[in-house]
């Protein structure tokens, strides 16, 4: 039962990294119908954002996510302004292979900067854990799940709480009935972008702080945080959170329980993508 209870503690502090690195791909896609396959490459900038501030100016990579969000957040708006714009009318395929290109080039800048060898982050609360009966839990992963949970509440309260949130889920709902009743639908999907961008950016710097920082991190990423809006229904943001605890479940009890499941569990997404559509294909049908 101890095991049982330590892999679910295991479970719930992953689904919190899950679910933030997913919540902008989720944006992204029921907002500005694209899939930014360049959103794993923005969470490896925001990580290494934080570790070059860690390293050069002392500070502490959980207080680095804001000015790590803000970066990416300018630079999502950049990119969104220079190519993501002209294409949001195209066919689809076009933003993927656009994305996809940005992804690629990010990653090679990094490597051509930092070099391919990943960095990790030294603090002392890494060193220390928190106890709850047969459960033990670092610290750093818990602030990681804190950290998670309130941005989480805190975009949720801002989509629906707030003028631009309200304005964002119009744009989402009808992009052509916003701009009838006066909405600037591309000042919306600028800011949709920068928000996407910076999310991403701010799991990076929760991933460096239990992991490290490497220029390949990101595509592991994007590829669960794909599955992940998938099973939640493609942009549907409430569902990223469920699908989020889902994956991190599946993947705890296989690395937990199955023989040599460490390497497996980095395939469960796959067969969960795989049993999703076969079930809504079965259910359509």
Do not use: C
């Not at 490896?44 to 954002?49: I, L, R, S």
């Not at 996809?100 to 060898?117: E, H, K, P, R, S």
């Not at 991933?207 to 669960?224: D, N, W």
Request: zero cysteines; aromatic letters at 10%; hydrophobic letters at 60%.
């Amino acid at each position: 039962m101890d095991l049982f209870l330590q892999t679910l503690a295991n479970a719930l502090i992953q689904s919190g990294t899950y679910a933030l690195a997913s919540a902008g791909l989720a944006l992204a896609v029921g907002v500005l119908h694209i899939v930014n396959f360049a959103h794993g490459e923005f969470l490896m900038v925001g990580a290494f954002v934080a570790y070059w501030l860690s390293v050069l100016a002392g500070i502490d990579p959980i207080v680095s996510l804001v000015p790590a969000g803000a970066v990416m957040f300018a630079a999502g708006g950049v990119i969104y302004q220079a190519s993501i714009r002209r294409v949001l009318l195209a066919p689809e395929l076009n933003a993927l292979l656009l994305t996809f290109g940005i992804g690629i080039t990010l990653q090679n800048l990094a490597v051509l900067a930092f070099g391919a060898t990943p960095r990790v982050v030294h603090t002392a609360y890494q060193l220390t854990a928190v106890t709850l009966g047969p459960v033990s839990v670092g610290v750093a992963p818990l602030i990681t799940l804190v950290v998670s949970v309130t941005l989480l509440a805190g975009m949720y309260a801002v989509l629906y709480r707030t003028g631009i949130g309200k304005s964002i889920r119009a744009v989402a709902q009808n992009r052509t009935g916003a701009h009838l009743v006066g909405l600037d639908v591309d000042r919306i999907y600028l800011i949709t972008f920068g928000i996407a961008s910076a999310l991403a950016a701010i799991a990076g710097a929760m991933v460096l702080v239990r992991i490290g920082a490497s220029p390949h991190m990101g595509f592991g990423f994007v590829l669960k945080a794909f599955a992940i809006i998938v099973m939640a229904g493609l942009g549907n943001l409430t569902g990223v959170l469920w699908a989020s605890l889902v994956l991190a479940t599946a993947e705890a009890f296989v690395r937990t329980y199955v023989p040599g499941g460490g390497g497996a569990a980095e395939a469960v997404f796959f067969l969960l993508i795989f049993f999703t559509l076969v079930w809504r294909s079965w259910r359509a049908a």
